[in-house]
């Protein structure tokens, strides 16, 4: 990606959020929105091709009353972090 299209892109986005978050927040304050969620969307990203499984692992924990569940449910996430929330 070149320079004119990284501007254009950023432009693009910095205007969406104009639209969507104006009278919302203070357009100085939209990075405080904007940047949290940029991260938890690509922490879902990271984790969405083993989500199921973390789902199923958390059940099956879950019905056998385990507490301890960090290190399997990282292992199913193959990952360092996982999430067990449905959405």
Do not use: C, H
């Not at 357009?27 to 991260?39: A, C, E, F, N, S």
């Not at 499984?53 to 569940?69: E, F, G």
């Amino acid at each position: 990606m070149d320079q004119a299209q990284l501007n254009w892109l950023t432009n693009f986005i910095w205007n969406i959020a104009d639209d969507v978050l104006r009278d919302v927040y203070v357009r100085g304050k939209y990075r405080d929105v904007i940047l949290p969620m940029t991260v938890l969307r690509r922490l879902d990203a990271v984790l969405e091709p083993t989500k199921q499984a973390v789902l199923d692992m958390k059940s099956a924990l879950d019905s056998q009353n385990i507490t301890n569940q960090d290190d399997a449910l990282r292992s199913a996430s193959g990952q360092a972090f996982y999430n067990t929330s449905p959405f």
